[in-house]
Nanobody
Framework: QVQLVESGGGLVQAGGSLRLSCVVS????????MGWYRQTAGKQRELVAT???????NYADSVRGRFTISRTNAKNTVVLQMSSLKPEDAAVYYC????????WGQGTQVTVSS
């Protein structure tokens, strides 16, 4: 059974940085795509950033230049380094992996104080 375990959320002041990590376990194959989405109350889940198994990345316009996504294929780990955080970045962040199907983590809360 595929499991995604996130870590690294928390409270940070505006302008600060946070690092989110996610480990994918239980799959026979390595995820072809991994990434992060976020969701706030009353809104749809939205893309933050994704990365393929060959390192191609995709970022939401709102985070490009401030967030960096990376992955370690051997460890099935994806990391989101978030810098220059803004109050509007506050959300529950979900790890995502595609291994034939979409898989999601439980979510980790990111709170940004102004």
């Amino acid at each position: 059974q595929v499991q995604l375990v996130e870590s690294g959320g928390g409270l940070v002041q505006a302008g600060g940085s946070l690092r989110l990590s996610c480990v994918v376990s239980g799959g026979i194959f390595s995820p072809s795509r991994m990434g992060w989405y976020r969701q706030t109350a009353g809104k749809q889940r939205e893309l933050v950033a994704t990365i393929t198994n060959v390192g191609s990345t995709n970022y939401a316009d709102s985070v490009r230049g401030r967030f960096t996504i990376s992955r370690t294929n051997a460890k099935n780990t994806v990391v989101l380094q978030m810098s220059s955080l803004k109050p509007e970045d506050a959300a529950v962040y979900y790890c995502y992996a595609f291994i034939t199907f979409d898989y999601w983590g439980q979510g980790t809360q990111v709170t940004v104080s102004s």
